[in-house]
């Protein structure tokens, strides 16, 4: 028999359970510590999708219904100031043949050059031949001048979803415009 001074014999548990404990007792300790040093990993990814810059630094959106298209990151997004207080993010990409939508001040909406189609500024066709909407990002216009913008993109139903309308009630709004 093998004995430790302090401490239980070995031989009390069978190679199988002795081995299953440290086992488990390996794994919970690898699992805290893994999650450990996963948090601050991941706290830092939601701290870093969003992203701002002042608005003086790009001389297009300083007055209302100024509009510009930055490249951010890997994206590129639509800013348009509609309102002396209030910027829309979008992505610029028509989702009818993937050409570059523009702002159009007379119209107050987006346009796709290519085919015609047109969006509002929360994204929602308003014109075909395109059927789906922009993608949107939250952004902010704060009052000193800083514009800040989620770096994730939303799609005009996601963003109903969230406001408990269902999906008939987004195809009736569509229709009726």
């Known amino acids: 028999m093998l004995h430790h001074t302090g401490t239980q014999?070995?031989?009390k548990f069978k190679k199988k359970e002795f081995v299953l404990i440290n086992r488990r007792k390996a794994l919970k300790f690898l699992t805290i510590i893994g999650g450990a040093l996963l948090w601050p990993a991941s706290w830092l990814q939601a701290q870093a999708q969003k992203i701002a810059f002042k608005i003086n630094?790009?001389?297009k959106l300083r007055e209302v219904h100024g509009w510009a298209i930055l490249k951010i990151k890997d994206r590129q997004i639509l800013f348009v100031r509609d309102s002396e207080n209030t910027i829309k993010a979008l992505n610029p990409i028509c989702t009818h043949k993937q050409c570059t939508v523009e702002y159009s001040r007379e119209k107050g909406r987006i346009v796709c050059p290519c085919h015609g189609s047109e969006?509002?500024?929360?994204?929602?066709?308003l014109?075909?031949?395109?059927?789906e909407p922009l993608g949107i990002y939250e952004s902010e216009l704060r009052q000193d001048g800083l514009i800040v913008v989620t770096l994730e993109e939303i799609k005009y139903?996601?963003?109903?979803?969230?406001?408990?309308?269902s999906?008939?009630?987004k195809k009736e709004q569509k229709?009726?415009?």
């Open 157 to 165: 139903t996601e963003m109903k979803k969230e406001n408990g309308e």
């Open 119 to 125: 969006y509002a500024l929360d994204g929602r066709v």
């Open 57 to 59: 630094k790009v001389a």
């Open 175 to 177: 229709d009726g415009q």
């Open 9 to 11: 014999s070995i031989d």
């Open 127 to 131: 014109k075909e031949p395109s059927t």
């Open 167 to 169: 999906s008939e009630n």
